[in-house]
Nanobody
Framework: VQLQAFGGGLVQAGGSLKLSCAAS????????MAWFRQAPGKEREFVAG????????YYTDSVKDRFTISRDNAKSTVYLQMTSLKPGDTAVYYC?????????????????WGQGTEVTVSS
């Protein structure tokens, strides 16, 4: 099982990035998916999640109306579109697969984690 996150980079404040998470070795359509992030010196936090069907999504308050999570089960890929980026969004972003299909912030539900992709937002 492998989750590969990519798409990070350096962007100026106010800019946009789209992260992708490609899954192999598991039936992604059965899993809820989420993006977490960890900034230097801080704990990992939930950013956004999506149910197995894509019917429901969840966001932490700080990214609502700026970030959008989506998925394409046919391509076994989950996306995080990030707009209006702020320096506070700087972190390593991880995708994770939730065996219960829910995509909620409950970290213990997540069996598989990607390696992370780094996002740096300059002011």
């Amino acid at each position: 099982v492998q989750l590969q996150a990519f798409g990070g980079g350096l962007v100026q404040a106010g800019g946009s990035l789209k992260l992708s998470c490609a899954a192999s070795g598991l039936p992604l359509s059965r899993y809820g998916m989420a993006w977490f992030r960890q900034a230097p010196g801080k704990e990992r936090e939930f950013v956004a999640g999506i149910t197995w069907s894509g019917g429901s999504t969840y966001y932490t308050d700080s990214v609502k109306d700026r970030f959008t999570i989506s998925r394409d089960n046919a391509k076994s890929t989950v996306y995080l579109q990030m707009t209006s980026l702020k320096p506070g969004d700087t972190a390593v972003y991880y995708c994770a697969a939730d065996r219960y299909g829910l995509g909620t912030p409950t970290t213990t539900n997540y069996d598989f984690w990607g390696q992370g992709t780094e996002v740096t937002v300059s002011s």
